[in-house]
């Protein structure tokens, strides 16, 4: 091990010390060396630090990355989706990271770390769930990716639908009940957001017979708890997925969208 290496081990051992001035020196040392950390090892070392130790301190450094060592972070968490026995602390971080709405968020949406979380549905039902959770509060910070990757949001949607309906997991009542939360939170996020190709996929998708028990026991009972969104009328496929549509939207601004379409007082009142 190098002498550079040493230190940050030790630095990271430090992080979180109970007494708090130490805490804030080795903060401050470690902010310090992610500026000038060209090679990313300082970011791959506190992603490891925290898929450890699910350390907030950690988060709290990885949160205030800026551009463009952003990417590094990226890629690492990207690789570490990708190792099973780490999944679940990933998607974990990733949603602490996501949740701060960094300013390097939507670059996601240009990385494989987008396609790579939305493949982590297929984990078990932990791992599903988080990630599931995870896109859900993703989508209106990268509304514009809706073109590239808006038929991987309606597969995730597809196919957890069918996973809550039939439960081939044999998932506790407890995590199913989350898993249909999250379903119905994504149901809503996509309507809102891409009204017009989504009844398109819909209509495909559950027009096929294997598939016409889950529409009726899932999905049907969702569509009766949202408005006629007013871009059925008015809309094209072509238009909702033109990136220059979301120029003059806020994240607040597409969340409040999304929950006056709904006749749930509950998930309004969630949204909001």
Request: glycine share 4%; net charge negative.
């Amino acid at each position: 091990m190098s002498r550079e290496q040493a230190s940050l081990t030790e630095l990271l051992l430090r992080l979180d010390s109970p007494e708090l001035r130490q805490v804030e020196q080795v903060r401050a040392e470690l902010n310090q060396l992610l500026s000038t950390d060209r090679g990313g090892a300082v970011v791959s070392s506190l992603v490891e630090y925290y898929l450890d130790s699910s350390s907030s301190q950690a988060v709290a450094l990885l949160s205030s990355i800026r551009e463009p060592h952003h990417k590094v972070l990226l890629e690492k968490l990207n690789e570490s989706l990708n190792r099973p026995g780490s999944r679940l602390e990933t998607v974990t971080l990733l949603g602490h990271l996501v949740r701060k709405q960094p300013p390097w968020v939507h670059q996601i949406s240009r990385l494989p770390l987008l396609s790579t979380l939305c493949a982590a549905t297929d984990a078990d039902v932990l791992v599903l769930v988080s990630a599931l959770l995870v896109l859900v509060t993703l989508l209106p910070m990268i509304p514009q990716a809706g073109k590239q990757h808006v038929y991987d949001f309606f597969d995730v949607f597809g196919r957890l639908t069918s996973w809550s309906y039939k439960n081939p997991g044999q998932a506790a009542a407890a995590h199913l009940l989350h898993l249909r939360a999250g379903v119905y939170s994504l149901f809503h996020r996509l309507y809102g957001m891409f009204p017009c190709s989504f009844m398109s996929y819909l209509r495909l998708h559950y027009s096929m017979k294997e598939n016409l028990d889950t529409f009726q026991e899932v999905v049907q009972p969702m569509l009766g708890l949202v408005r006629l969104h007013p871009q059925l009328v008015t809309g094209t496929q072509d238009y909702e997925l033109d990136p220059s549509r979301w120029r003059s939207y806020e994240v607040h601004d597409i969340v409040m969208e999304c929950s006056r379409l709904s006749l749930d007082p509950l998930e309004s009142s969630c949204e909001d």
